[in-house]
């Protein structure tokens, strides 16, 4: 069955808030991601997916394409973020075919669940590599146009020369687990610290080109991998009991938090981690 609106988003924004935008989302095949973007290609803009699997991201680039006339979905896949160099001639890819990058999601990563005894020192470094160094490729590549776009939106006073408008933006997602520590996390834990701190320096280093950049760390989400991974199915009936809101995330709360943070009322929010996970981690450390 096609995916119906309140599958990916709520319908409470307003069509053509992104028009003439365009977004680049690494892992955007994804569960989480692919939300994300439906809802930001729903609201005007147009879209580059990128993946390690050829056929799953142009399936889904080609799904993207049919929620709006007249939208613009690629999908760029056998992309490892773990390469610069493929990045890189994704996001020239972007650009000449669309026009630019206004929003940037960097989404790819990779997780299982394993001791520290367990992990080898390559599985570490794996996931480390697809988390925090693609995450800093995913940025560099595409570094220069978030600048252009940036500088397009511009908007200077002598009263208030901030830059405003909505040009320049990247989410890096990330999660919660490392807020208290969690077993048969560590490799994920470190690497999505590191992520959040890299979302800081960039917010801090190109806050005055006219970038914003902001984590998005979603809590336990219904239909992902991690939250398969984590969760024994079993389990599932008792844990939505103990969550303070009764139930676990669906996609649509993270690209709700998305819309947001890309839309004009995200304007002045730069540096941040909005958490999306119904206070979990609060109660169960973030699971
Ligand atoms: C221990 C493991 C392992 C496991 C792989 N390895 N799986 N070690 N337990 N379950 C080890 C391998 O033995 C190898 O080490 C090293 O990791 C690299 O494995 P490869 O298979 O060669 O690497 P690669 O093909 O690059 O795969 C990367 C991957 C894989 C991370 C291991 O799982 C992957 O590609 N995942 C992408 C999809 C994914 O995980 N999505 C979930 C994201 S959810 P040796 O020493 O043998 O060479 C998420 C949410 C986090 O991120 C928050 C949760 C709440």
């Known amino acids: 069955m096609p995916l119906q609106k309140k599958d990916y ?17 690494t892992g955007g095949a994804g569960t989480i991601c692919s939300a994300q973007v439906r809802a930001l290609v729903h609201l005007g803009a147009n879209a580059c997916i990128i993946g ?8 889904a680039a080609k799904e993207m394409a049919s929620l709006r006339p007249g939208a613009k979905v690629i999908g760029i896949g056998a ?5 610069f160099d493929s990045l890189k001639d994704a996001a020239s890819r972007c650009v000449k075919e669309l026009g630019g990058i206004d929003f940037v999601i960097a989404g790819a990563a990779g997780n299982f669940l394993a001791s520290i005894e367990q992990l080898s020192v390559n599985a570490f470094k794996s996931v480390m590599d697809i988390d925090v160094l693609g995450s ?15 500088k397009k939106h511009r908007v200077d006073s002598e009263l208030n020369p901030c830059p405003l408008g909505t040009g320049g933006r990247i989410i890096f ?4 687990l490392h807020y208290r520590g969690m077993p048969f996390q560590a490799h994920v ?6 992520i959040d701190s890299l979302s800081n320096s960039v917010a801090i280093e190109y806050g005055p080109r006219g970038m914003t950049s902001n984590i998005i760390a979603p809590g336990p989400i219904e239909s992902t991998d991690g939250l398969e991974r984590l969760l024994p199915s079993d389990a599932k009936a008792a844990y939505i ?10 996609v649509r709360d993270i690209a709700d ?24 981690w609060r109660v169960s450390g973030g699971t």
């Open 9 to 25: 988003m709520s319908d409470i924004w307003k069509d053509g808030i992104f028009a003439n935008k365009v977004v680049f989302c």
């Open 52 to 59: 390690r699997n050829v056929e799953k991201t142009e399936r």
């Open 79 to 83: 992309v490892d973020v773990r390469k």
């Open 136 to 150: 800093y490729n995913t940025l560099k590549a595409t570094l220069p146009y978030l600048i252009e776009s940036g």
């Open 173 to 176: 997602v990330s999660a919660t």
């Open 189 to 194: 834990s470190v690497a999505k610290a590191g």
């Open 241 to 250: 009991k103990s969550q303070p809101l009764g139930r676990v995330g669906h």
């Open 257 to 280: 938090a998305t819309v947001y943070l890309f839309s004009d009322a995200g304007n002045y929010v730069s540096g941040q981690t909005l958490v999306v996970d119904g206070a979990n």
